[in-house]
């Protein structure tokens, strides 16, 4: 008799599926921590993203510009730094997340073990700059459940990101 490595339940040694949880077991125990550690274990932070300052050039460009015309150009430049820190997002080992809003919030999360896809996106100008988007999607939807905008060195989060779900 051995544990099976998801619900830890015995099951016979040349079991191929546990009878219990219903989960294919291919022999690779030592890898697979079981269901129960995994959701007891701790959430650590691992990163807190913000848009980066670079990704808000045309905004500060358009408030120099217009700063002659009767403080317009203050106007400008106050909403490319209210839309800079309206934007938080969260990577922990057991979920991403995106804060949007300054006064009233609103939170999109994903837990890591839903994510099916992590891709980036850049913008000639951003490639330049050395920033751009982290896109997640997941199973559950068909489309795309959070998008990390104008994080520098986007792939390093997509790979911390993957390492994670792996």
């Known amino acids: 008799m051995k544990k099976c490595p998801y619900c830890a339940e ?3 040694d040349e079991a191929i599926k546990c009878k219990h949880c219903s989960e294919m077991l291919n022999g690779s125990e030592g ?3 079981n269901k129960a550690q995994i959701k007891q274990e701790k959430e650590t932070t691992l990163e807190v993203l913000k848009p980066v300052w670079r990704s ?3 905004g500060f460009i358009l408030s120099i510009v217009t700063l002659p015309l ?9 909403v490319v730094i209210l839309n800079r820190y309206q934007y938080t997002y969260t990577i922990t080992n057991k979920r991403v997340s ?5 006064i009233a919030k609103r939170v999109n999360e994903v837990d890591i073990e839903h994510i099916r896809s992590v891709t980036t996106s850049q913008g000639i100008l951003a490639r330049m700059l050395g920033y751009g988007n982290v896109i997640i999607g997941t ?3 068909g489309g795309v459940e959070v998008v990390i905008m104008n994080v ?3 792939e390093q989060v997509k790979e911390l990101i993957k390492k994670q779900s792996c």
């Not at 009767?70 to 106050?78: D, I, N, Q």
């Not at 995106?98 to 300054?102: D, E, H, L, P």
């Open 31 to 33: 890898k697979i921590a």
């Open 139 to 141: 199973a559950g939807t």
């Open 152 to 154: 520098a060195k986007p």
């Open 10 to 12: 015995e099951i016979q």
């Open 56 to 58: 808000c050039i045309l």
């Open 98 to 102: 995106a804060r949007v809003g300054i």
């Open 70 to 78: 009767m403080g317009l150009g203050l106007l400008f430049l106050f």
